[in-house]
């Protein structure tokens, strides 16, 4: 095998699929990113076994087809630092020579045969999801997901597919993040009951596709999952479990009280309020009502804090605890020139807040410390 690639090209490629490869296995194969190269396109792959990726990288000259398995920290340390504006890879099964202008490296290298394949998308059945909400979604609920839980399956997202809608919901059992928005169903494709997407591998199918603005395919085998872009083809395992009946956590909001905020001030606020507080002491008060929000934290010998923020609600005090952790990594998801709207009903009620795009978020109360 023999092709000349574009350096700036490949590395990028090399990075995202070096995300997958295994660092503790006992493969050593692994530990490898393979490139296959023939009929002028090249793919680099990459796979632990339970999530796998294939990128076709533009910027190569196919000399001589074949394979070669790369050693990823070798491999990635000359892309990186190499000043060359192309590169010359070359195997011969035994050995593997990557020469530039004024460089030249001999690695050993490992029998391609031996990397375990990573198919391409051949799906009759999938979605087809907007990249930009794609991302989004991933971005608004993947924080809300616990890799830790022995419970349900919470370790991932759940992702619904239905006619022509996506729905991805992400919780840890305290919070719960919602994002619902357009997709459009091909040859009748849906869901199963649980279909929850390992975190891990929601965060890689977010960054392969990251400068997409074209439509994705999205389908769900029986135990598995996978994402196809215009370059780019993401496989994982699904999370096993039963996933918690979501919409029943949502309350109901017709006797709420309705707030209308603005994100970038209302995150400000509760960062700072957050300054005195502890892992012994994370509550603060949430407190709505006389044209103002009163945030107050007690961090125990770490002071206390009292932060206003003006708003648009004159009526009765509601006071309700949270951990303002929550609370921030939501609002950092969001525009902040945009608004949210909070729906709050007492001290013994999760607060809920939505914005304009079908996003929405479900903080659970704090006991009094």
Known sequence: MKVVCEREKLLQAFQVAAGVASTRTPKPILENIKLEAGSGVATVMATDLEIGI????AGIEVEAGGSVVLPIKRVGGILRESSDQKLS????GSKTMIR???????LPTQNPDEFPPVPPFSEHAYHEVPARLFRELVRRTVFAT??????YALGGILIELSEDRITGVGTDGRRLAMQDGPAEAVNDHKTKDSTVIPSKAVKLMERAVADNEENLQLAVRENSVVLRSRQTTVFSRLVEGRYPRWRDVFPNRSDMVKIEMNVGPFLTAVRQAAIVTSDDR???????????LTLVGHGAEMGESRVELPIGYDGTL???????????????ALDPAGTVTTHVRDAQSAMVCDTADNYSYVIMPLFRE
């Open 54 to 57: 294939r990128i076709d990288v």
């Open 89 to 92: 890879i070359e195997s011969d």
């Open 100 to 106: 530039g202008d004024r460089s030249e490296f001999q």
């Open 146 to 151: 616990d890799t830790e839980s022995s419970h």
């Open 282 to 292: 994370r509550g603060i008060d949430f407190g709505f009502g006389e044209g103002k």
């Open 318 to 332: 509601l006071t309700v605890k949270l951990d303002p952790r929550y609370m921030i990594e939501f609002l950092q």
